[in-house]
């Protein structure tokens, strides 16, 4: 009796393991229905509004702007390239945002941290898909001073 009982426990057991296992290998909640393609990349892809300040405090800053949407991968990075001397932006902010392929539009924003109190730092903005790849949108060198 003792072992029909332990051959069923162990039965029950791998079963648990194989219908557990099948489900650990599913690693999205999705359905591949609800999985959206890349969307197409846009033709020319431009800031419409900004970049801008958005909030400036002693140690770090915000940068907002918008572009048309850059389109490519759902992952992207907004960028920004700052430093003290408008003709070495050797430092680089970069802000995850993913893409709404129902939207026409993107917007953007990046913290800068580490910034140093009462400095004006000059700045020009971004943006890449997941791979590296810039989208090619240069805005021009703007500025703002930290409080």
Do not use: C
Request: charged letters at 20%; hydrophobic letters at 35%.
């Amino acid at each position: 009796m003792n072992r029909v009982v332990l051959k069923l426990f162990f039965a029950a057991a791998a079963m648990g393991l194989v219908f557990s296992n099948s489900a650990a290998a599913q690693t999205s909640p999705y359905s591949p229905k609800e999985i959206l393609p890349p969307a197409r990349r846009a033709a020319r892809i431009h800031i419409t509004q900004g970049p801008e300040l958005e909030s400036a405090q002693s140690h770090w800053a915000i940068v907002r702007w918008t572009s048309n949407n850059p389109g490519g991968s759902d992952e992207h990075f907004g960028v920004v390239t700052y430093g003290t001397d408008a003709g070495s932006l050797k430092e680089t902010a970069k802000s995850h945002i993913r893409l709404n392929q129902n939207h026409s539009y993107t917007v953007f924003r990046v913290r800068i941290d580490g910034l140093k109190p009462q400095t004006t730092y000059y700045y020009k903005v971004d943006s890449m898909q997941a791979s590296g790849t810039s989208d090619g949108v240069k805005s021009p060198i703007r500025h703002f001073t930290t409080r």
